[in-house]
């Protein structure tokens, strides 16, 4: 016998979700804080007793007392069992229609397809199944979205897995990158608040880079005030003073053996002239480097938040003027090697366009990632009257 309940406790919705095989962070009560601007509550389904449906839904108040809402990565349920699913969506809706509500719009945390980049697309049929039942529900399937900003979560991600993981399995770029990093005066640094102004800064970076609005000291902050020990930030530091060091004994060096070259070896002598001269930009560099940010300094970052057996790098950020000590690669690594340290079975790299190209994607597949696809955004139209005018708004707003 099936029981549809509000207001279900949230130590019994996370532990719900965390058993599930669609655990994600997004569903846990606790994202309910970090989406301030927004209401919620926690709905679902009790059967003789037991939990078997849950949702953390966000309720955004409109104009005239009109209400949205949105179930992100969610809900979480047995996605086959019809009668389970129907009784879900059935009184899902009747709750609804009480706030007032135009529209619901969800994201399962259903995987359409997962391969790596070098295999061939393969569909899952259980995925295809569910879809037939979601819109046997009333639910209005978004499309297979391939455009980035097309939904309000990405639907394609890279995600690298535990049982994967290995730099023997970095893409040959990626080795290169990360034996690069090895050899420079790199220091990671894993923390919590104490890490924080210097993560903010190099986020700023990337904010400035590529001429877009990121997330404030705030935000973060909020995020690990939150997720306490389940969120860390870990920071590459690079010591400018040991590498001006290095840099200026080669330079040193350069001209002395300038001086004794012959001078018929022209082509040597060539040589070491363009290396004096690289040298030269790069101490040079360096020296204005110490004069700006003293000894050390902050060239990238990543914020992570685990939830279950799942990792989420949220967030990350680089200072593109030390691009060339290559620096995330390095960073990347030991937060995935952190993620996998803490048990968890993945470690999800964030959105990606849907043609695995440019500058995100191309980054994030040196690591060898498992490229999943979800199966995408749904609406349920609460008033059908309505819905129409409200989806006009709602992209007009959107865009």
């Not at 609005?213 to 400018?240: C, G, H, P, Q, V």
Request: aromatic share 12%.
């Amino acid at each position: 016998m099936f029981e549809f309940k509000i207001n279900i406790d949230e130590k019994e919705h996370d532990q719900f979700v965390r058993e599930s095989k669609y655990c994600n962070l997004l569903q846990s009560s606790s994202w309910a804080l970090i989406k301030q601007n927004w209401k919620h509550e926690i709905v679902g389904v009790y059967e003789d007793s037991r939990l078997v449906a849950s949702s953390l839904v966000l309720i955004k108040e409109l104009p005239l007392s009109f209400t949205m809402m949105y179930i992100p990565r969610g809900p979480v349920m047995d996605f086959e069992n019809e009668e389970l699913v129907s009784f879900y969506f059935k009184n899902l809706k009747k709750w609804a229609k009480k706030h007032h509500c135009l529209f619901i719009k969800m994201d399962p945390s259903i995987h359409y397809c997962d391969y790596h980049l070098e295999d061939e697309k393969k569909v899952y049929p259980e995925s295809e199944k569910i879809m037939k039942i979601l819109e046997k529900n009333g639910c209005i399937h978004m499309g297979l979205t391939d455009d980035f900003h097309a939904t309000i979560q990405p639907r394609i991600h890279m995600a690298v897995y535990k049982n994967e993981f290995s730099v023997d399995q970095f893409t040959k770029k990626g080795k290169k990158n990360l034996k690069i990093a090895l050899k420079k005066h790199l220091e990671i640094k894993m923390g919590s608040y104490e890490l924080l102004d210097d993560f903010c800064r190099v986020m700023n970076c990337t904010s400035q880079k590529k001429g877009i609005s990121l997330r404030n000291k705030e935000y973060f902050k909020l995020l690990l005030d939150t997720y306490s020990e389940d969120a860390f930030i870990m920071l590459a530091y690079l010591d400018l003073e040991k590498t001006y060091k290095e840099s200026k004994t080669r330079f040193d060096q350069v001209l002395k053996d300038i001086a004794l070259c012959p001078a018929h070896a022209k082509k040597k002598r060539f040589q070491l002239e363009e290396t004096l001269e690289s040298l030269t930009r790069e101490c040079d560099e360096l020296k204005n480097f110490m004069s700006q940010y003293g000894n050390t300094v902050c060239v990238c970052g990543t914020l992570t938040v685990q939830f279950g057996k799942t990792s989420e790098i949220l967030y990350a950020g680089s200072d593109n003027q030390f691009r060339r000590y290559m620096a995330p690669y390095l960073t990347w690594t030991k937060t995935m090697e952190e993620c996998f340290n803490r048990e968890c079975e993945f470690s999800n790299m964030g959105g990606v366009e849907g043609t695995l190209k440019g500058g995100l994607a191309d980054f994030k597949a040196v690591f060898h990632p498992v490229v999943n696809e979800f199966i995408g955004e749904y609406d349920i139209p609460i008033s059908r009257l309505l819905y129409r005018i409200s989806k006009f708004f709602y992209k007009k707003r959107k865009g």
